[in-house]
């Protein structure tokens, strides 16, 4: 029998350890065949041996028949143990997979998995957008950079990469004015010491240049001649740049034998080199004092210092380099005082001869863990324990690590961040867990709240982060309500929401924090984003259109960290027309208007967004499509304060007071019979109203003192004295806005019918008052004055 005939029938009868044993006995007989494989797989999963399925899936993720299938086991997987590196592997690996099947939704998904656990790898990056491109699906590329910039300027500082993703998504569209703007913004964030950056930024026209790559390739050039920047020329040594003027293209250089010496900028660019502040040249401008210190006390760091750009460095440009700090006849008592330091400074030195050279070298275990009671500061002896703890430590070394471990755990003078990080470390080294909760109990005996959250925002690594969450959140409840409300970290954030929800319900939190979106807005959009992934209940939302109309304004909002504009741009790339639609399908037509109002004016939405979300109301409502452009009218200024200071105070105030309400009668019990709940439900949803109508109206209302008097004739925002033709009786009309009253005078609205009739007419004139029966003309007109 032919033996895929006999994996066949074993399949079908359902003896799974026969099958299992029957198709590893084949593989062990050096028969690779896919279909072996897949039973072996097939069995394993059926008998919940997962762990023997791994390495058949890692063979079938890197096959050609559905490899995406096993590399999404696998991702899931190494993702439930907790491998981050693994995990790491196989997102890159199925990301790519699905690219070549063109299935855009779970690439975008992948894309946003990676960007949360760490920022994606700029070369992986590029190399995917690059892919993406020779799809025709430039404007795909885009958005996926666009998310990965936004995951970067959340960072503080902002690091230099963003400047490279921005120039990449230039490539794409170079016409794309607010990136140009957010771009020039990063570079004035990033070189904020160079006093000239201004200056630079005007001469490059980064806004306004036709050609943006070479307004990039200028600006960046005259960067490295920022005042206080150091060059060095072929003849002159290094120089300090004292000024720029950009007006005569000069720059003005200090070289030793040259002060202030001037260069056409254009000549400049030619024969300067920039030179970094890290440059051993310019340590030895700026900290030369320091630089003899080391020679006493640690002349190994010097030569560290200098063999931070190469590799290797010979004894000549050794000594030159010293030249002024270490002389001729101290050389060799000098490079025996190296040799005892250079294995705990990280560099090895080789002899040829009488001469000597450096070379930077990866410390070995071994090596490090005999050396490691020698390094005197403490912090290069926790960096030194960290990075052999990567490492496959024999019994013997991993014994000597964790004595090690333990005195600096002791020791007072390492801070508690580090302490716990060691600890977490251990924990892994030698799987103790017992010892990290004890660990965890003695360190943070004395720590404050403010501190704790601290420390679990400053680890370096997620998993140690989600492990110090965990210890805290377990025995501190109310803590954890507090750091699920207030963390930036998303992801942090959903450990925390687990956390809490294995104790009880928070429908109530997260109704409270729907509600009242302002006082928590980091938190609104990460509950926002969950209910638009389906893994929170549509319930939580009572109008889908305010949630739209949050992220909106979120948007555009500016907060101290400049985290809220971001995380809402994102949440808004992912979901905004699907939030859209959701609040199509369950608005009235009239608060549908409102809607399209404030999309017209948020500056964040583009223009074809703009056309896209119009086209689908008028899809909806087929009457907008006539009716979306508003008249405006005219009010007084004093009215519209007091318009935008009720909507402000509804807003601040009026709603997350009744919000509150909500929460405290939905913990009476049943709502179906609970008349606290609905009365306070019906009156958020009266409230609700009343802000849109605010909104709206105060969208079209424009100040009356804005308008030009012309003398003699009525208009809006005049006073008109009439004298009855009959009885020579006087009457005084003001004519003013809808949202007008002044006590003691009759102000009418410019669109009332009787201002329909004023309006336009001279002094002299006559019309017909048909409410009164009354026919007047018209004696005098003057411009309305407050009094």
């Known amino acids: 029998m032919d033996y895929k005939e006999k994996l066949r029938q074993l399949k079908e009868k359902k003896v799974w350890e026969e099958l299992l044993s029957t198709s590893l006995e084949l593989y062990k007989q050096n028969n690779k065949d896919r279909y072996i494989i897949r039973m072996i797989v097939l069995a394993c999963e059926k008998l919940g041996k997962v762990d023997d399925a791994v390495p058949f899936w890692e063979i079938l993720a890197k096959g050609e028949n559905r490899p995406e299938e096993f590399s999404k086991k696998l991702v899931d997987y190494y993702k439930k143990i907790n491998k981050k590196d693994a995990w790491l592997k196989w997102t890159k690996r199925l990301l790519l997979q699905v690219l070549r099947k063109k299935d855009f939704d779970t690439l975008e998904d992948l894309w946003m998995q990676l960007i949360d656990a760490e920022p994606i790898d700029k070369t992986f990056a590029f190399d995917i957008v690059r892919k993406i491109e020779s799809l025709e699906e430039k404007d795909r590329a885009f958005t996926l950079l666009d998310l990965l910039l936004l995951s970067f300027e959340e960072k503080k500082p902002v690091p230099k990469d963003v400047l490279d993703i921005a120039k990449r998504m230039l490539e794409i569209d170079g016409a794309d004015a607010d990136l140009r703007k957010r771009l020039e913004d990063f570079y004035r964030t990033i070189y904020s010491g160079c006093g000239e950056i201004e200056n630079f930024l005007e001469k490059a026209g980064l806004r306004r240049s036709e050609n943006v790559k070479d307004a990039v390739v200028l600006l960046e050039r005259l960067i490295d001649f920022c005042p206080n920047n150091y060059v060095s020329h072929r003849n002159w040594g290094i120089g300090k740049i004292h000024s720029v003027d950009l007006l005569f293209n000069k720059i003005f250089i200090d070289f030793p034998t040259h002060p202030k010496h001037s260069i056409n900028l254009d000549m400049a660019f030619n024969i300067l080199t920039p030179m970094e502040k890290d440059d051993f040249p310019v340590i030895k401008i700026e900290k030369k004092d320091y630089l003899i210190s080391l020679k006493k006390e640690n002349p190994a760091h010097l030569i560290k210092l200098m063999l931070n750009k190469d590799e290797t460095i010979t004894q000549e440009r050794a000594k030159a380099l010293l030249k002024e700090i270490v002389n001729d006849d101290e050389w060799s008592s000098f490079i025996e005082k190296v040799k005892k330091g250079a294995k705990s400074e990280g560099f090895e030195i080789k002899r040829k001869g009488n001469k000597y050279s450096f070379t930077r070298a990866h410390i070995s275990k071994r090596l490090s863990i005999d050396s490691i009671v020698s390094i005197r500061n403490y912090r290069d002896r926790i960096e030194a324990l960290l990075s052999i703890s990567k490492e496959n430590l024999k019994p013997e070394e991993k014994e000597k690590w964790v004595v090690s471990v333990e005195e600096m755990l002791e020791n007072n003078d390492v801070a508690l961040e580090k302490k716990l990080q060691l600890l977490l470390v251990e924990t892994e080294v030698t799987g103790d867990r017992k010892r990290l909760s004890d660990g965890f109990e003695f360190l943070l005996k004395d720590a404050k709240d403010k501190e704790k959250l601290l420390l679990i925002n400053h680890l370096s690594q997620r998993r140690y982060k989600r492990e110090l969450l965990q210890y805290i959140g377990e025995k501190d409840y109310e803590f954890l309500g507090k750091f699920f409300l207030e963390t930036s970290d998303d992801w942090l954030r959903g450990h925390s929401q687990k956390i809490l929800e294995k104790r009880s319900s928070i429908k109530d939190l997260k109704i409270q924090v729907l509600q009242n979106p302002n006082k928590n807005p980091l938190c609104f959009l990460y509950l926002a984003e969950m209910v638009m992934k389906g893994k929170e209940k549509p319930d939580l939302i009572d109008k889908p259109i305010i949630l739209f109309e949050t992220v909106l304004e979120f948007m555009a909002k500016k907060d101290e960290n400049q985290k809220i504009r971001p995380r809402a741009k994102v949440v808004f790339l992912k979901y905004g027309f699907d939030m859209y639609r959701w609040a199509l399908e369950t608005s009235s037509k009239e608060e549908i208007k409102v809607l399209l109002d404030i999309i017209k004016k948020e500056v964040t939405v583009n223009s074809e967004d703009k056309k896209v979300f119009e086209r689908l109301a008028e899809t909806k409502y087929h009457s907008l499509k006539e009716k979306t452009t508003e008249e405006f009218f005219f ?145 005098s007109v003057e411009k309305y004055l407050k009094d």
């Open 635 to 779: 009010v007084t200024r004093e009215a519209i304060k007091k318009k935008q200071s009720e909507l402000a105070h509804l807003l601040k105030v009026d709603i997350p007071a009744n919000s509150e309400n909500i929460g405290k009668a939905a913990r009476q019990g049943d709502l179906s019979e609970n008349f606290d709940y609905i009365s306070a439900k019906e009156k958020q949803r009266r409230l609700f109203d009343r802000v849109n109508m605010l909104k709206n109206e105060l969208a079209k209302a424009r100040p009356i003192e804005e308008i030009t008097f012309v003398d003699g004739e009525v208009g809006i925002g005049t006073c008109v004295f009439l004298e009855d033709i009959e009885k020579r009786e006087k009457r005084e009309i003001l004519i003013l806005g809808p949202w007008d009253s002044l006590p003691h005078k009759e102000v009418i609205s410019h669109t009332a019918p009787l201002a329909a009739k004023l309006l336009g007419k001279k002094v002299g004139e006559t019309f017909l008052d048909t409410y009164h029966k009354k026919t007047y003309r018209i004696v």
